[in-house]
């Protein structure tokens, strides 16, 4: 990792955690919601999800980490979850990638620390 792709797994790790956070949060309250507001709140997570995963493969081509592909992956679990009825159940998924992106991002920061930029 050089100094470039460090400061831009940090940044692109902090922006994607939020976006998990919010998409788990938005699911949870899901649960409370009128079944007829169910479909536009489900469309609306959807399409945060599909903003999440763009950022990841930013991520990848900006810093050629394969660590953020199987990111990608969990994610993707998660949409299949949502995708079939279950929105609930990809919380779980959510939670792994949130982990794993946590993972990239302290590592990212410990060499960034490192080399005294941080």
Do not use: C, Y
């Not at 940090?10 to 949870?28: C, D, N, R, T």
């Not at 279950?86 to 302290?106: D, K, M, N, P, Y």
Request: hydrophobic share 45%.
């Amino acid at each position: 990792m050089n100094t470039q792709e460090a400061i831009m797994a940090f940044s692109q790790s902090e922006k994607i955690k939020s976006g998990i956070i919010w998409v788990s949060q938005a699911l949870e309250l899901l649960r409370g919601l009128p079944a007829p507001e169910k479909p536009g709140a489900e469309k609306t997570i959807k399409m945060k999800i599909d903003m999440i995963v763009q950022e990841i493969r930013l991520a990848e081509k900006v810093t050629g980490d394969p660590d953020w592909k199987d990111i990608e992956t969990v994610i993707d679990q998660a949409l299949v979850m949502i995708n079939s009825g279950v929105a609930l159940e990809s919380v779980l998924h959510l939670t792994q990638a949130l982990s794993r992106v946590t993972s990239i991002g302290h590592r990212s920061m410990s060499f960034l620390k490192e080399e005294g930029l941080l």
